[in-house]
């Protein structure tokens, strides 16, 4: 007995330590590498790899990325004549180092335009500005960017045309123009079209038919990005399916681009409320400044899995599923449409941990073995 005792703790211990390795050695991208990318998107410390944690972290467990902001407009093109490349060839680098499918978001987009796009007032000078910004850009990655988002957002939520800069200068045309000048740029890189809530019907139904008028126009479009900023309780995974297997009718791939879902209270949904009303610092908004109660965060790793099954299911027609940032800190959440909340969209915490949403994004791949 005396010897048994021993015996059996030094065993226990052993077997702990190497099912926490290989624990520790699956991650995300590994479990997921015969189904579609996993991805995430790098804000600028990630890109310079300021946090060591952070970025083994980043390297782990994803096989995609995507600039969270630095390759949109004011950043790579911040007057007529200059652009500025300095952060876009960092991460480019970055994913080229680390064997990493690389997405450009985005060319051709209404917000964070550089000033002086703002101006631009005729046919003439947009149509001038699209054929030497996409050029541009396209060209100085060609063969190393894998896929771009050519026209992000153009869609209102009644599936018609947004109203932008572009719609106002140059009326549809600019949509197919965008896609031919990508391809003239770099006929073998993947390009999409990417907005968010185009899996409600009427927003989808609008982006179908976008999406056929540019490609009966003689555009490639290779793909839809869905951007998946989401609730707990919608959208319904009906309408997600539907537009999975819509998408796929068109001969596109369908990609998920921003995954994120939101645990926190919505304004839109109180009754007479505006947005614009002055909600920060209101404790009813912002519930959980301390930490997730575990009812809630049961809620979010439920919804990850039905929807990462839902994923599974039509994983032939899946290219990339990216999340909008790597940790519950970085996400834009906490900051929209209210500022100041602690929100916990993510699989992984704001110390890097992750959360029950991870293992149970892992364990449905995990049980199936
Ligand atoms: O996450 C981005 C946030 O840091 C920026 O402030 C914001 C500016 O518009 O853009 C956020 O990313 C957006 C993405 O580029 C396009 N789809 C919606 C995303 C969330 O707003």
Redesign the pocket.
Known sequence: MKFIKPCLFAFTVLLSISCTSQKEKSSLKDVYKNDFYIGT?LDLNQINEKNKKEDSLIRKEFNAITA??IM?SMFTHPQKDKYDFTLSDKFVAYGEKNKMFIHG??LIWH??LAPWMQKIADSTEMKAFMKDHITTIVSKYKGRINSWDVV??ALNEDGTLRKSIFLKTLGEKYLVDAFKLAEKADSKVDLYYND?NIEEPAKRAGAIALIKKIKAEGGKVDGVGI?G?WRLESPSLEEIEKSILEYSALGLKVAFT?LDITVLPNPWDLKGADVNQNFEGSAKMNPYPQALPDSIQNKLAERYASIFKLFLKHKDKISRVTF?GVHDGQS?LND?PIKGRTNYPLPFDRDLRHKKAYDSIKKLKETKK
């Open positions: 998107a969270e902001n949109k978001h985005t917000s964070q992000n957002e968010y951007q900023h921003e909008w834009w929209w």
